[in-house]
T-cell receptor, first 116, second 113 residues
């Protein structure tokens, strides 16, 4: 079974440009999460989808970030316009959605974003 | 609010030596506790978790962690490390009834021959 995949693995852009990150969760997983790790600090929660609906977006830093999950399958996270402080590693995770609160979240390898 | 502290950013250790990676958390409510590991160029993988019951939990590759409620700690230990254990380890908590994780800043374990 394929795990969580993320594309691209690396992205280098200039300040002011737009970048779109993609996450493909494990097939059949209703829950999809985005996290971000900045400058070797802690990994921070950004938002949580249940199917195509945003369940919790309390971690989104500002309105330059837009996340979508059309059809409840893959998700995209767009940063527009990108700022220097957006640099970091963006992780995606998915879980089955069986309403068990302790169920495992499976993480992707992350997208390393560098804004110059 | 929840927070997780991993005091050691890097832990160098020789092969076959014991190791302890420290994790302390603060929370005003009950939480679930987790350790994730990230090997080079891979995603985070669940190492072990504490949900309830026995305070000592073990992983399949010899790691163990003990939940200490009075000290709000969940330290990760292994009695004898291997080169292949070289990775970054993340401690995390989740509140009951919430899905999102709160992670620590990670500890890089570097096992030397």
């Amino acid at each position: 079974e394929a795990g969580v995949t993320q594309f691209p693995s690396h992205s280098v852009i200039e300040k002011g440009q737009t970048v779109t990150l993609r996450c493909d969760p494990i097939s059949g997983h209703d829950n999809l999460y985005w996290y971000r790790r900045v400058m070797g600090k802690e990994i921070k929660f950004l938002l949580h989808f249940v199917k195509e609906s945003k369940q919790d977006e309390s971690g989104m830093p500002n309105n330059r970030f837009l996340a979508e999950r059309t059809g409840g399958t893959y998700s995209t996270l767009k940063v527009q316009p990108a700022e220097l402080e957006d640099s970091g590693v963006y992780f995606c995770a998915s879980s089955q959605g069986t309403a068990r609160q302790w169920e495992t979240q499976y993480f992707g390898p992350g997208t390393r974003l560098l804004v110059l | 609010a929840q927070s997780v502290t991993q005091l050691d950013s890097q832990v160098p250790v020789f092969e076959e030596a014991p190791v302890e990676l420290r994790c302390n958390y603060s929370s005003s409510v009950s939480v679930y506790l987790f350790w994730y590991v990230q090997y080079p160029n891979q995603g985070l993988q669940l190492l072990l978790k504490y949900l309830s019951g026995s305070t000592l939990v073990e992983s399949i590759n010899g790691f163990e962690a003990e939940f200490n409620k009075s000290q709000t700690s969940f330290h990760l230990r292994k009695p004898s490390v291997h080169i292949s254990d070289t990775a970054e380890y993340f401690c995390a908590v989740r509140r009951y009834n919430f899905n999102k994780f709160y992670f620590g800043s990670g500890t890089k374990l570097n096992v030397k021959p």
